[in-house]
Each structure stands twice: as structure tokens, then as C-alpha cells.
């Protein structure tokens, strides 16, 4: 029934402008350098659309929150919900000059235990960094004085000499193009995340909510990531 009455939707909707509220999720930073510009995009070309955007770096449950779509940026384990990939980005690790003349760089994973790193913590528990050896995806646990979940924190601290940092590429980009960090291990990196829009299992999205969607694959698809 559900599907019956998606169907009509969709087909009045073919017959009228986009109208209606998107209630879409995505992770904060993302949803601020990213989504927030498709939406303004999005909104532009469809005048009658509303839009309410919910950042959260939680794992979002869409009928809980009450979302019609949400972006996530991982491997999907299996589940009910459907997706569509958008793109993917790259992990990577880094460290600033002054750390490599003092310390120098590591030319293999298992170099890290010898030098200072900006532990990543999440649920109170820090997490090792994945790495591609041997064709094979390796965890390499990895120590260090400061540790945070904040990739803005693990920059910063980058940028003082601290240590060496891994974060999604699109976070550092700025740093690493005026030059105050560069990247290391690029050789090890695994395989690229994706991204993904995901909605309901037992709903096709909407036409409004579809065309958003087509809006924000194609402006990652523009995007350095």
C-alpha cells in the first residue's frame, strides 16, 4: 500500500512543480562544507521546497529522526535501507615539516610505533589506523601524548609538531595545498570510503526527494574529496 501511494505521489508530482519538505541528515562537518551547498543549489531551482537539515555525526536512524533521506560516509554493513553512492574520498595520513625535520617520515606502516601520533578515540576507545599491506587490509594500533575525535583538534596539533595525523583528505585539502602539511604512506592507503545516500526500505523516494539527491551526486562529483 505504502507503494501504491508512493506511485501516485511520484506521478502528481511529475505533473507540478516540487513541493513538500526533505528532511535530510549527514554528518556536521560534511553537511556544512557539502550538503549545505547542494541544498542552497537545490532550493534555487525548486522554489516550493522546504528543506530541514539535521548534522549529526551519530548513526542516524532515519524513521527515529524522522528523515527522508541521510548521507553516510562509510562501508554499509548489510541492512534494509536502500542506497545510492554518491562518490568516495580518500584517508590520509600526514604530518607537517618541522615534525618530518625533527623525527623524519615513516616509509612503512609498521614505522609508526616508533613515532608520536594523534590517537583517534571513539566511544572511548582508540582506534588503529587501516592501512593496505600486502594487498591486505592491516590495522596498525599506533600511540601518542594527545588524543580526540575531532579532526579539526588533530589538525591543529598536526600543524604544532605534535605528530603525525590520518583524516579524510576533503578535511586537510586547504592545509595541504598552502603547503603546511604533506601527506605520507600514500602507497599503504586502503581502499577508498563511500558515500552514500540512504532512505527508507519500503518507500521509493519521492520526486523531490530523488532530485535532491541528483543534485548532491553531482556536485560531489565536481569535488575534490
Same mark, same amino acid.
Not at 10 to 34: M, T, Y
Not at 116 to 143: T, Y
Given at each position: 500500500? &505504502?507503494?501504491? &501511494? ?10 507540478? %512543480? ?8 549527514? +554528518?556536521?562537518?560534511? @553537511?556544512?562544507? /557539502? ?8 532550493? $534555487?531551482?525548486? +522554489? ?10 551519530? %548513526?542516524?536512524?532515519?524513521? %527515529?529522526?524522522?528523515?527522508?533521506? &541521510?548521507?553516510?560516509?562509510? /562501508?554499509?554493513? %548489510?541492512? =534494509? ?19 618530518? @625535520? ?5 616509509? /612503512? ?15 572511548? /576507545? +582508540?582506534?588503529? !589506523? ?16 594527545? *588524543? =580526540?575525535?575531532?579532526? @579539526?583538534?588533530? @589538525? ?13 583528505? !576533503? ?20 581502499? $577508498? ?8 526500505? =519500503? *518507500?521509493? +523516494? ?20
Amino acid at each position: 500500500m &505504502a507503494d501504491i &501511494a508512493d506511485a501516485k505521489q511520484e506521478a502528481a508530482n511529475k505533473r507540478a %512543480d516540487l513541493s513538500g519538505v526533505i528532511r535530510i541528515g549527514a +554528518p556536521v562537518q560534511f @553537511a556544512a562544507v /557539502h550538503v549545505a551547498p547542494a541544498i542552497c543549489d537545490f532550493m $534555487k531551482r525548486h +522554489p516550493q521546497v522546504e528543506v530541514e537539515l539535521k548534522p549529526s555525526d551519530r %548513526d542516524v536512524n532515519l524513521i %527515529d529522526d524522522d528523515l527522508d533521506v &541521510a548521507v553516510r560516509i562509510r /562501508h554499509l554493513a %548489510d541492512s =534494509t535501507l536502500k542506497a545510492r553512492r554518491l562518490g568516495e574520498l580518500r584517508v590520509v595520513a600526514f604530518g607537517a615539516p618541522a615534525y618530518f @625535520a625533527g623525527n623524519g617520515r615513516p616509509r /612503512h606502516p609498521c614505522d609508526l610505533t616508533r613515532h608520536e601520533c594523534v590517537v583517534r578515540v571513539a566511544d572511548g /576507545h +582508540p582506534e588503529p !589506523w587501516p592501512f593496505r599491506i600486502g594487498r591486505q587490509r592491516r590495522l596498525v594500533r599506533v600511540n601518542g601524548r594527545f *588524543r =580526540t575525535d575531532s579532526v @579539526a583538534a588533530t @589538525a591543529a596539533v598536526v600543524l604544532g609538531g605534535l605528530g603525525l595525523g590520518l583524516a579524510p583528505l !576533503w578535511q586537510i585539502r586547504s592545509l595541504l595545498d598552502q603547503g603546511l602539511i604533506e601527506l605520507v604512506l600514500e602507497e599503504f592507503e586502503v581502499s $577508498k570510503l563511500p558515500i552514500h545516500a540512504v532512505f527508507r526500505p =519500503t *518507500r521509493m +523516494p519521492v520526486a523531490k526527494t530523488r532530485a535532491f539527491i541528483d543534485v548532491l551526486a553531482d556536485r560531489l562529483r565536481n569535488e575534490r574529496l
